[in-house]
Nanobody
């Protein structure tokens, strides 16, 4: 069964850190580009970061604060989030796209094959 499971979300104070994990089962991440997205209440989903074989991308809103990485041996991708702000509050999703599919100017895939269920991140004092 193909599955992506996010974990690591929670409640954190402004300035704090969280590390999200996205673990795949039923397939290997080696052949996929991975994207992290978020959606806040009443807002559209936005791309936060993506990683492929030779590209990294970060949205301007998280650049310098978030770091994406992958551990292929663990079939897991991470999103380290530092210096969190209240405006980072959202449900965070990971998604995967088979390498070789069309990408945008950011280098991130235009379409994704599988999505996780999301993990809530709340930044509040």
């Amino acid at each position: 069964q193909v599955q992506l499971v996010e974990s690591g979300g929670g409640l954190v104070q402004p300035g704090g850190s969280l590390k999200l994990s996205c673990t795949a089962s039923g397939f290997t991440l080696d052949y996929y580009a991975i994207g992290w997205f978020r959606q806040a209440p009443g807002k559209e989903r936005e791309g936060v970061s993506c990683i492929s074989t030779n590209r990294l991308y970060y949205a301007d809103s998280v650049k310098g604060r978030f770091t994406i990485s992958r551990a292929n041996a663990k079939n897991t991708v991470y999103l380290q989030m530092n210096s969190l702000k209240p405006e980072d509050t959202a449900v965070y999703y990971c998604a995967v796209s088979k390498i070789g599919r069309s990408t945008s100017v950011t280098g991130c895939a235009l379409a994704y094959d599988y999505w996780g269920q999301g993990t809530q991140v709340t930044v509040s004092a």
